[in-house]
């Protein structure tokens, strides 16, 4: 990529390189959507329509299909995504065998230049190659460039020059690290230096080679952050278009959603007759009760993602793709709901006053947050956790009480707080569970409000971790709403069929 902001490189000139990077990525998207999906073996499947048989050509079609959506989608929901240098396993065969291969091929090169006289075959296609990969990284407007290039590099001429004695490769190679510094995004300096530095031909050739792989992938992702924007207009259509050919081909690829969606319609039918109950209004049935929304049927669904037991429940098909970033907000919610509870029982067992005390509220929520940093590992032990952070907790309290003067910490005081932090441990802990259904509720509020610009007000009790968890109330109901704007039409079908006027609940095929 050129310095210059006129020579940056065009995305509509970078496809042979973004495809080439984009290799990598594939290959790590389909290892994500295999490991997202359950196994047959161990889950159960709805059955709703039957299998139907399919050729090895039309499966092969489908995966690729599924993998270029999942691309797609990856580059607009993950404003972080970047291509990177494929970096093959250390004591792998490939591995081996690659590096097996450039020795003979580097040393053949060095062989021939160190011939009497010296035989130039090897280093004129190496100098070709390169050729093509500084103008693969010009923009149509960069005449001047390409015309320089091209008469430096000229094949025939070095062929003629190569055959007369009269070849000097040092200029050729001094030529190209000047071109590549030219061309070269401003994180590559460093290594175009180190160019300069290496005299010998054939380790020079291969440095060069190193670097110039680094700035194809450069440009793949300047071509990714090009192309983002309009990405991003017309991915809705793309990513419904591809579901649809999947779906045609797999006419059950639907039955986790179905099952999702009648799950959150009943929950929210049982919150009505218990409310109605609460009322004494007594319960109704299904035909007495109009339909909930299917608006708030959705947002319900979503929230039911945040509780999700990944290990033995199958995700919906439609949020797959997603599943590891639900996941990831599920575990940061998880550990905000601790770090809430115990922030709340920390305040309330002190001194009035104490929470508002600048930086005092921060440097508690820290230590707190430090200590449940893996919390989402499965060795974690939160129990242990807890006690440790009672005894941090206490011996910050009784500073601060003592720093500004108020009543210290009676050894009953202190006994008692790290005991209600200690129970904080257990889901069904009431402070804990109060907590959590705040943040529930927050999320949910958020999700009804639209992507409107002022958040809703955060419940009594979230202070201490209002702007932890307003994050990811962004992070959420972007997802969300994205997916919903590609999928709510299948949404919209399955939810008429569980709500139909003779309340029979069926799976569809659109």
Request: glycine content about 4%; aromatic content about 6%; proline content about 6%.
């Amino acid at each position: 990529m050129s310095k210059n902001r006129d020579d940056k490189p065009h995305p509509s000139d970078s496809e042979g390189t973004l495809e080439d990077g984009v290799d990598g990525a594939d290959e790590s998207i389909r290892k994500r959507i295999r490991q997202s999906t359950p196994s047959p073996q161990r889950l159960p499947r709805p059955q709703s329509s039957p299998p139907r048989l399919v050729s090895v050509d039309e499966l092969m079609e489908t995966v690729k299909g599924v993998t270029n959506m999942a691309l797609a989608h990856e580059i607009v929901v993950n404003g972080d995504f970047q291509i990177k240098p494929t970096e093959l396993p250390e004591e792998s065969l490939e591995k081996r065998v690659r590096e097996i291969v450039h020795k003979a091929f580097w040393d053949c090169l060095s062989v021939q230049l160190s011939e009497d006289p010296p035989t130039y075959d090897h280093a004129i296609k190496l100098v070709g190659e390169i050729r093509e990969t500084l103008l693969s990284f010009l923009l149509p407007g960069h005449s001047r460039l390409r015309n320089q290039i091209r008469e430096v590099l000229d094949l025939d001429l070095i062929k003629q020059e190569a055959e007369n004695g009269a070849l000097d490769i040092s200029r050729l190679a001094e030529f190209i690290i000047g071109m590549m510094g030219t061309l070269c995004a401003p994180a590559r300096d460093e290594e175009i230096k180190k160019l300069k530095d290496i005299k010998e031909i054939v380790p020079l050739f291969r440095a060069m080679f190193s670097v110039l792989d680094l700035m194809k992938v450069d440009m793949a992702n300047f071509a990714v952050s090009s192309i983002r924007p309009h990405l991003m207009h017309q991915s809705v259509e793309y990513e419904r278009k591809k579901f649809q050919e999947f779906f045609e081909k797999q006419p059950n690829a639907l039955d986790f959603v179905t099952q999702w969606l009648e799950e959150a319609s009943e929950d929210l039918i049982n919150q009505r007759n218990k409310n109605s109950l609460m009322a004494g209004e007594g319960a109704r049935g299904p035909e007495e009760m109009a339909a909930p929304c299917f608006l708030t049927v959705q947002n319900h669904a979503y929230m039911k993602l945040l509780k999700w037991d990944h290990l033995h429940r199958p995700f919906p098909e439609t949020v797959l793709m997603d599943q590891p970033r639900f996941q990831e907000m599920q575990q940061e919610l998880e550990k905000l709901s601790v770090v809430g509870a115990t922030l709340l029982v920390t305040y309330s067992a002190s001194a009035p006053g104490v929470s508002s005390l600048a930086g005092f509220a921060e440097k508690l929520k820290m230590v707190v947050q430090v200590l449940l940093t893996d919390m989402h590992l499965p060795a974690f032990n939160l129990n242990e956790a807890l006690a440790t952070i009672g005894e941090k907790v206490c011996v910050e309290v009784t500073g601060c009480l003592a720093q500004c003067g108020f009543t210290p910490f009676s050894a009953d005081k202190e006994i008692a707080l790290k005991g209600q932090i200690q129970a904080i441990a257990s889901p069904d802990d009431p402070i804990r569970k109060l907590v959590d259904a705040r943040i529930q509720a927050f999320l949910e509020a958020y999700l009804a409000s639209g992507l409107q610009k002022s958040l809703p007000a955060v419940p009594g009790g979230l202070g201490p971790i209002q702007k932890e968890l307003e994050e990811v109330a962004v992070k959420f109901a972007r997802l969300v709403n994205y997916n919903r704007m590609v999928f709510s039409p299948y949404y919209d079908a399955i939810l008429s069929k569980i709500f139909k006027p003779e309340g029979s609940r069926i799976s569809i095929s659109l």
